[in-house]
């Protein structure tokens, strides 16, 4: 199975950027889509961001549009969330996780992913 761990995250102040990086181990396929999830305190788990392992599709939360990037390296098993401008409502719990299958495009709902991470906190103040 794949494991994944997740690190950048931290208290930052209203429009800091941040990034986080997945790093996984374990056996990686190319053909699987990562995808970011966050769970803000006392909310359900939503959707972020997620991309293809061919790089060629992304898929975003209409809210961190134009600030958040999703990238990847297959050569380092590694997926990064570039976080910018960031607002207090981006505090949450942050959950890299990896589709294993043959999406045409990376999923957006949780059910589809078959691996997770523990999560990185990310705390922004106003």
């Known amino acids: 199975q794949v494991q994944l761990v997740e690190s950048g995250g931290g208290l930052v102040q209203a429009g800091d950027s941040l990034r986080l990086s997945c790093a996984a181990s374990?056996?990686?396929?190319?053909?699987?889509?990562m995808g970011w999830f966050r769970q803000p305190p006392g909310k359900e788990r939503e959707f972020v961001a997620a991309i293809s392992w061919s790089g060629d599709r992304t898929n975003y939360l209409d809210s961190v549009k134009g600030r958040f990037t999703i990238s990847r390296d297959n050569a380092k098993n590694t997926v990064w969330l570039q976080m910018n401008g960031l607002k207090p409502e981006d505090t949450a719990v942050y959950y890299c996780a990896a589709d294993r299958g043959l999406p045409v495009v990376p999923a957006t709902r949780a059910v589809f992913y078959d691996y997770w991470g523990q999560g990185t906190q990310v705390t922004v103040s106003s």
């Open positions: 374990g056996r990686t396929f190319s053909s699987y889509a």
